[in-house]
């Protein structure tokens, strides 16, 4: 790397891109791996799935899509760290693999049919991942959408319908505010006041999210440490519909 660019070579090939900047390089990779991009070879539902969703960020554009329509500035809202050279490539290559299309009437995106099946997947991915979770490292953020997936892979309908619960609560997780409503074992969530909704109880969970979920802190510990505020009740119910499973994870640096 030097100030004209960055030289990428071997006995085979040799790239010599324009510029030094990590994003200018991540950007030009991601379109030669669009033009390049070969198959596993496989006859198999799996290696094919990860020949259309396994690039880096693919799911995590899957994932903010599930949410709702996204122009390519509200996506990159959420996904600061992507360059939008490489957002706009991966965004080209799901609609060319019927898992996303441009919504007929606006600039903004949203997922196809088949795009939409994939929403079981990346909520169970999501539970998997959770395993690891711990507190979050600096250059961590919480968006709007990732925190609504969170509360839609951890929700409890089955316990909700069973207690015939219905409520609204306004949820906090540092900046992210989400105003959540709970009708007889359906959720809905949105970032703005839920119309129609009745008056609900503010929970501030920011530094005992994971752990309220999975058990590891019970309500006591996460008000009396000022890691969770609110209503005792609403946290106590909060945690009883929506759970992780205390999965034991390999340890990850």
Do not use: N
């Amino acid at each position: 790397m030097d100030r004209q660019g960055v030289t990428i070579a071997s006995d085979r090939y040799r790239l010599v891109t324009r510029g030094a900047e990590p994003a200018q390089l991540e950007a030009i990779i991601a379109e030669l791996q669009s033009v390049t991009r070969g198959t596993y070879g496989q006859f198999c539902g799996l290696s094919r799935a990860l020949e259309m969703v396994g690039e880096r960020w693919g799911l995590l554009i899957v994932r903010d899509l599930l949410v709702g329509p996204r122009s390519v500035a509200e996506l990159h809202s959420g996904l600061p760290k992507i360059p939008v050279e490489v957002l706009r490539t991966r965004l080209t290559e799901l609609t060319h693999s019927g898992i996303v299309r441009r919504s007929a009437d606006t600039e903004r995106y949203e997922l196809t049919e088949y795009g939409h099946a994939l929403e079981d997947v990346v909520l169970a991915l999501g539970r998997w991942g959770a395993a690891t979770l711990d507190e979050p490292r600096p250059e961590d953020i919480v968006t709007a959408d990732s925190l609504t997936l969170a509360l839609r892979a951890t929700f409890q309908a089955d316990a909700a319908r069973l207690a015939h619960t219905a409520f609204t609560f306004e949820l906090r997780v540092g900046a992210v505010v989400l105003h959540v409503r709970i009708d007889d074992g359906v959720l809905e969530v949105a970032r703005s006041p839920i119309a129609g909704a009745s008056a609900g109880g503010v929970l501030d969970v920011g530094g005992a999210l994971k752990g309220l979920l999975t058990g590891e802190i019970s309500v006591a510990e996460a008000l009396s440490s000022g890691r969770a505020t609110g209503d005792p009740g609403l946290l106590a119910t909060f945690t009883e519909l929506f759970q992780l499973p205390r999965t034991a994870a390999a340890s990850v640096g």
